[in-house]
């Protein structure tokens, strides 16, 4: 079975700093999609990015974005310019098909 | 307002109890996951249906079973609850099919309490 790992049980950044949450995968496939939600207090799982396996790409959505490497199967999230409402639990995922599955996760503290 | 709709928000019952807990998917969405997430946990996979069909089963107690109906809501029942199955309960849908199934969308969780 695909194992989903985050390594980073917790991370804090300064607000207005940048920090990289880190995420690898197993997988023998080679067309698949990792994401990254977001659950903050109020425990609503909220999509922050998305990528396809066949895009060479990274995703980027405003300050997030993603450092992609296939070979490596790492996919970890950048957030630049944090903020007070980045504060959460953030979640990578792997799918493929009916199969998806999470990491544990990493608790980000962002520090005023 | 991701469009997936669980019901009840808050469920509160005895030990032994069994209780059911509702999913409709966003509109268009063939595929319903269930996820269950313990207190500061990460999400446990639970099971998975496709257009009625289950396609995938995770880690699911024998207490527990789900079914997706015609008009595609789903619905989890726990049976015999324990202490233990006190949760937040995830419903996700997704469209698609085959490897092409993209992002989960879930809802806002049904918060269960054994007491």
């Known amino acids: 079975a695909q194992t989903v790992t985050q390594s980073q049980p917790e991370m804090s950044v300064q607000e207005a700093e940048t920090v990289t949450l880190s995420c690898t995968y197993d997988?023998?496939?080679?067309?698949?999609?990792l994401f990254w939600y977001k659950q903050p207090p109020s425990r609503q799982m909220i999509l922050v990015i998305r990528?396809?396996?066949?895009?060479?790409q990274n995703a980027t959505e405003n300050r997030f974005s993603v450092n992609f490497q296939k070979a490596a199967k790492s996919f970890s999230l950048k957030i630049s310019d944090s903020q007070l409402g980045d504060a959460a639990m953030y979640f990578c995922a792997y799918r493929r098909g009916h199969d998806m599955r999470f990491g544990a996760g990493t608790r980000l503290t962002v520090k005023p | 307002d991701s469009g997936v709709t669980q019901t009840p928000k808050h469920l509160i019952t005895a030990t032994g109890q069994r209780v059911t807990l509702r999913c409709s998917p966003r509109s268009g969405d063939l595929s319903v996951y269930w996820y269950q997430q313990s207190l500061d946990q990460g999400l446990q996979f639970l099971i998975q249906y496709y257009n009625g069909e289950e396609r995938a089963k995770g880690n699911i107690l024998e207490r527990f079973s789900a079914q997706q109906f015609p008009d595609l809501h789903s619905e989890l029942n726990l049976s015999s609850l324990e202490l233990g199955d006190s949760a937040l309960y995830f419903c996700?849908?997704?469209?698609?099919?085959?490897?092409?199934?993209?992002?989960?969308?879930f809802g806002q969780g049904t918060r269960l309490t054994v007491v």
């Open positions: 990528q396809e396996a066949y895009k060479q």
């Open positions: 997988t023998s496939e080679s067309d698949y999609y």
């Open positions: 996700a849908s997704s469209v698609g099919q085959g490897a092409r199934l993209t992002e989960a969308f």
